[in-house]
Nanobody
Framework: QLQASGGGLVQPGGSLRLSCAAS????????MAWFRQAPGKERQFVAV??????SYADSLKGRFTISRDNAANTVNLQMNSLKPEDTAVYYC????????????????????WGQGTLVTVSS
């Protein structure tokens, strides 16, 4: 079970840190990812933490950072220099084992999803 938190309203240029707490599983043994979904749009890959390292959507590199806290059993997403187009519901997801990168980009590859946390970037 995954529980996402940390969303909220932030001004353009601001920062937010999302957290995903896992229960019933160990984040270090799974592929953990963040996706987002804006109104009227498909769910979009944001970032993934795999055994082999971290990967990001090309458009988000340099602004977003995914990290893992094994002691707390959480995966976090630090979002900087936020833009209005980053407004979306952000979901964390867990996949069994270590997914290959092409599979990690695809929502259907994941077995468990958090409930989503809303991020609104607006002045």
């Amino acid at each position: 079970q995954l529980q996402a938190s940390g969303g909220g309203l932030v001004q353009p240029g601001g920062s937010l840190r999302l957290s995903c707490a896992a229960s019933g599983g160990t984040v270090s043994a799974m592929t953990m990812a963040w996706f987002r979904q804006a109104p009227g749009k498909e769910r979009q890959f944001v970032a993934v933490y795999r055994r082999f390292g971290q990967s990001y959507a090309d458009s988000l590199k340099g602004r977003f950072t995914i990290s893992r806290d094994n002691a707390a059993n959480t995966v976090n997403l630090q979002m900087n220099s936020l833009k209005p187009e980053d407004t979306a519901v952000y979901y964390c997801a867990a996949g069994k084992g270590s997914l290959i990168l092409s599979a990690a980009w695809t929502p259907d590859s994941y077995d468990s999803w958090g409930q989503g946390t809303l991020v609104t970037v607006s002045s």
